[in-house]
């Protein structure tokens, strides 16, 4: 599956949770609903999906699981980061075995590697692992920040296809282009400017709120495509403040609510995240109303 292959709207996915386990029938559930509802692709264990509380092997299987239900509908990037490089090229080994498509690997989080450490990380992951990997730049969770410079010496590299960058930082957006070529993968992680992303020459979204309204945010992501910029202004107009809305409180507990009040999955979530808020879900049922997701 070519890099072009990689854009629109990506769900982050949640990670259902039912009696203390992994709601693999939720999951499957969900899954589903979005390749009906339009969107271009599937990230299974990312930072949305709780991967830091799910055990290796519950890691393992919803990686599976995607793979198994998507079935070539749609491109997997299965979430494969680790703060330890050895344990990351684990788990894109173990992706790439059970047919994803592509990998998402995180910055290296509480050790604050230099950059020459992040190119050293991504680039034994790059020669470990014949999968393609989108490196994930999330700086508010990890403490560390990947340079566009140092993005454009991994770009050389022939694995490292591109970026889910979750700065919300457009002016590096445009500069990142020029350094890294007309090849290079770009994918926003931040809802809210996604849309300016895209203006800026970005590819598409892996994105939180498709969750909750998958439809609307395909609909969304395929006029910002098309150029019709018109109408993904519309839509970003009657989706803000949902995206705003699923950040009330830790995330993912609000999407989690969202789902649950659509009867889709429980509520629940791993400690240290807790249940949201009673201003988080009145947040989250305001901005669904508004959006007109129920």
């Known amino acids: 599956m070519s890099e072009s292959m990689f854009n629109g709207v990506l769900p982050a996915l949640v990670t259902p949770f039912r009696d203390g386990a992994v709601d693999e029938a939720a999951f499957v559930a ?23 509380t799910l055990s290796h092997d519950e890691h393992r299987r919803v ?15 299965a979430g494969a980061g680790s703060n330890a490089t050895d344990e990351a090229i684990e788990l894109a080994r173990h992706a790439k075995a059970v ?21 050293a990380h991504y680039a034994a992951i790059n020669e470990a692992v014949q999968v393609p990997i989108l490196v994930y730049n999330v700086p508010t969770r990890t403490s560390v920040d990947i340079s566009n410079a140092t993005l454009a010496r991994l770009s050389k590299l022939p694995n490292i296809v591109g970026i889910k960058d ?17 090849d ?20 598409g979204c892996i994105s939180v709120t498709a969750n909750v309204a998958p439809s609307m945010c395909a609909t969304f992501f395929n006029a910002a495509m098309a150029g ?33 009040h659509l009867g889709l999955c429980r509520p629940d979530t791993r400690l240290p995240i807790a249940p ?18 129920y």
């Not at 979750?166 to 007309?182: I, K, N, V, Y």
């Not at 949201?276 to 508004?290: I, N, T």
Request: glycine share 10%; proline share 5%; net charge negative.
């Open 228 to 260: 019709d910029w018109k109408t993904a202004l519309y839509w970003q107009d009657r989706l803000i403040r949902l995206h705003k809305a699923l950040f009330t409180d830790a995330s993912p507990a609000p999407t989690k609510f969202a789902l649950s």
């Open 63 to 77: 990686v599976e699981l995607c793979v198994k239900t998507a079935a070539g509908r749609v491109p997997v990037v």
């Open 184 to 203: 290079w993968v770009m994918l926003s992680g931040d809802d809210p400017s996604a849309l300016g992303y895209m203006a800026h020459g970005g590819h």
């Open 30 to 52: 969900l899954v589903e609903r979005q390749i009906a509802g339009g969107v271009h692709g599937l990230v299974p264990v990312g930072t949305t999906g709780e991967t830091s």
């Open 166 to 182: 979750a700065t919300g930082d457009l002016t590096r957006a445009s500069e990142q282009r020029l350094m890294c070529g007309s």
């Open 276 to 293: 949201a808020s009673d201003v988080s879900r009145q947040a989250v049922l305001a901005a669904m109303a508004e959006a007109g997701v």
């Open 99 to 119: 047919g994803a498509d592509a990998t998402l690997i995180v910055t290296p989080y509480y050790n604050r590697p230099s950059q020459e450490g992040l190119f």
